[in-house]
């Protein structure tokens, strides 16, 4: 593990191989760990950059809500601290609203967009309350009771089933996740603007993945981003839920990495 000073905490990431930069951003409540069969598998051509966003994973966490606008900025300034000037922003649902936040305030340090299972709508009214009772739960009872409820939303019923691996891999993540951590994103997550109008304005290309079967952020809102990014690419996994990456790993990588062999110079 490194650690880099990042404006106010410590933060941990993953820096493997050499290449052409590109940026995992993990989604909510997880850690880098999340990516680690996309580290394995692009690091042989690519330099691969996995932060554990504040408040997670090896990461300090701060006071106040986490918002999307400090995660992102907290990745710039990573990615200054390694001497990167332009990356494949690549994020996984919390993770995809970071890369957008990242995208609008200096899009041009994104070689590429990469948004898997995630969304550009800000939270409904009743979302950003059951956020908030999510907060004040996690710091009054922890984190099991969150991933217990979270569990079978993440996956589809059939790897709830019959992957244990991947229910584990998943809670343990969970479960290892700092109350105060989670607390935070989930009030920054609540207080996340509408990218809504940002993606018509996208021209980095975009790759856009999402289990079919994702009962958190549906495939209705992959296609609505699909239609606004001109160029995009939306890819739909079969028999993937909220977590498709390591749902469906083979075909998530493939994915992934046509699209990158593709990107212009
Ligand atoms: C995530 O996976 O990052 C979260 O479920 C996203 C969300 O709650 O909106």
Known sequence: MTLARIDDIQMAYTDSGIGRPIVLIHGYPFNRTLWNEQIAALSSSYRVIAPDLRGFGESDASEGPATMNQMARDVV???????????????????????????????????ALVLADTRAQADTEEAKQTREQQAEKALTEGMAGIADAMLPKLLTPETVSKRPEIVKRVRDMMLKT??????????????????????????????????????????????????????????????????????RTEQFNDALQDFLKELPN
Request: hydrophobic share 50%; net charge neutral.
């Open 77 to 111: 300034l990573l990615l200054n601290h390694l001497g990167i000037v332009r990356a494949t922003i690549a994020g996984l649902s919390m993770g995809g609203y970071v890369a957008l936040a990242l995208y609008k305030q200096l899009p041009s340090r994104v070689r």
């Open 178 to 247: 700092k109350p105060e951590g989670a607390a935070a994103a989930l009030r920054g997550m609540a207080a996340r603007e509408d990218q809504t109008d940002l993606l018509p304005k996208i021209s980095a290309p975009a790759l856009i993945l999402v289990g079919a079967e994702d009962a958190i952020t549906p495939v209705a809102d992959s296609e609505k981003m699909h239609h606004a990014i001109a160029g995009s690419r939306l890819i739909v996994l079969e028999n993937a839920g909220h977590v498709s990456n390591l749902e």
